[in-house]
């Protein structure tokens, strides 16, 4: 599907799921429901062999859905997982091993190029407070930080690989 169609019919993720405990019935449900389930998804990237798009939705890489605590988000609300035209972030991390604008992996979550600044923003601090005792990992992200500064664009790279 082109980028074009995606951008047409953006919609906001939609959050589903309360901050209150399950009920016995829904717990029920979900013993029910996994019981069920007759594949076993890849535990690997190695292990995994599935078509695009990916119907692993459950799986910690795919697009579709994240979930926090009891709250379920639909990334892409607008589309069934078997129409999406990204679904596994490692996919993309292939795809562009120099890393991706901004404007790219704002498409590819369904979120704004702003709000990818501002996670950027956020993760970049975190990962400067975990790398205090790591000089080598100190010195990644500071070649990542010149190589931003040094092309001078706002819509830079997102990647700390060199």
Known sequence: MPIVAVMEKRQPPRSYGSRRGLSQSEIKE???L???MWYE???SRSECGADRPCLYVSCRYHLY????????RLNFPHFEPATMPWSCVLDEVQAFPDGMT???IGERMNITRERVRQLEFV????????AVDSPQFQRMIEAWEARRRQEGN???????GE
């Open 30 to 32: 979900g013993i029910r």
């Open 34 to 36: 996994v019981d069920d």
């Open 41 to 43: 998804k890849p535990r």
């Open 65 to 72: 859905l994240d979930t926090k605590g009891l709250q379920v």
């Open 102 to 104: 901004l404007e790219q």
């Open 123 to 130: 993760i970049l601090k975190e990962l400067r407070e975990l």
């Open 154 to 160: 706002d819509d830079g790279e997102f990647s700390l």
